[in-house]
């Protein structure tokens, strides 16, 4: 989570929808806005979202009356992904979860935000020949917006992960100066190795013979001229598990993790394997959360396979937080 030194959402009021665990919450409150309401429908996640922010999310957004919603400036969501997803069954709209978005535009329809704020896996773009995202983005059209979509990959922004999600930013058509908006470009590198805890005690070390490492690790981060560190922005595979499928692939931590997952198999299922001092195994739950820009107060689910499932699910905040930056730069011109 980077540190943010002013305020200039202070006075801005924010719903999160879709909540799962507060990514959206950190970012938009980490610039002054003030959340008037979230939704959660995982009772799990939804109990997280509470012990962490204080506000209990209501469940099923399909059953709550947008009238009963207060009214907000901006709307975030996250909404469920797994309807277009490559790895699942792509059904897109025809999946009960891929027509959550048409709640987005119902409660849009009715509160008419300033801003709409989403973040959803990179597949939407290309998902049914393109005919959902088109979909998409003519709802929000007929609306009233104009909208702003890219792929990020949150190994780009300060976090070692390589997670590729594609974020959406509409404007109210009223907004002065919307077409100054811009996505960040500013890029940070940053090692796996920097997120490790010392000596974790729930995660799961692997100690089986068909072990192999096939590449040497890298041992140093070497330093440039310029005194930064040159660490490759990817992940590095070096070994294998059993037959070297998905979860059984094993990483270099000088590099980047893999893309935490809240569903996969394998032996590193939802984390992937790293060597870490002479030991593969997976990452734990902190380790996740670290990878996904939480801060070190926030509070963990005893639960490790809720936590998995969590963080797996959850936006990263150092993303969110550089486009919000980019939104206040709009919405304070």
């Known amino acids: 989570m980077i540190s943010i030194q002013n305020n200039k959402l202070q006075g801005y009021s924010f719903i999160d929808l879709f909540a799962g665990i507060g990514g ?9 806005a003030q959340c008037l309401y979230a939704s959660e429908w995982d009772k799990p996640a939804a109990e997280t979202y509470y012990i962490n922010h204080h506000i209990m999310p209501d469940g099923d957004i399909t059953k709550v009356d947008e009238k009963n919603i207060p009214y907000h400036d901006i709307l975030c969501g996250g909404f469920p992904c797994q309807a277009f997803s490559i790895s699942g069954k792509q059904k897109g709209f025809e999946d009960t979860r891929g027509t959550l978005f048409f709640d987005i535009a119902r409660i849009v329809s009715f509160h008419k935000p300033k801003v709409i704020f989403m973040e959803n896996v990179k597949n939407l ?7 959902t995202f088109r979909k998409v983005l003519e709802t929000l059209e007929e609306l009233g917006y104009t909208t702003y979509h ?9 976090v070692p992960q390589h997670r590729e999600r594609i974020y959406i930013v509409s404007f109210r058509n009223d907004i002065r100066n919307k ?3 811009k996505f960040p470009t500013t890029k940070s590198a940053s090692s796996l190795v920097d997120v490790l805890e010392e000596n974790p005690v729930d995660a799961k070390i692997i100690n089986r013979p068909d072990i192999k490492i096939y590449k040497k690790p890298i041992q140093v981060v070497e330093k440039s001229l310029f005194g930064e560190r040159e660490i490759p922005n990817c992940p590095i595979q070096i070994g294998v598990v ?3 499928g998905q979860g059984e692939r094993i990483y270099d931590p000088v590099g980047h993790s893999i893309t935490l997952s809240a569903y996969g198999g394998g032996a590193g299922a939802k984390t ?3 060597l870490v001092n002479g030991v593969v195994r997976k990452l734990s739950p902190r380790e996740c959360a670290r990878l996904q820009g939480f801060p070190e107060s926030f509070k963990i689910p005893s639960n490790i396979n809720q936590a998995y499932k969590q963080f797996g699910n959850s936006v990263t ?12 730069n709009i919405l304070a011109s």
């Open 24 to 32: 959206f919450h950190y970012a938009l409150n980490s610039f002054g």
């Open 125 to 131: 773009e290309a998902h049914d020949g393109g005919k």
């Open 150 to 158: 890219k792929v990020l990959n949150s190994g780009d922004y300060g």
């Open 179 to 181: 077409e100054k908006f």
């Open 242 to 244: 059993n037959k070297g």
């Open 272 to 274: 992937g394997l790293y």
């Open 317 to 328: 905040v150092n993303v969110l937080q550089n486009i919000v930056g980019e939104i206040t």
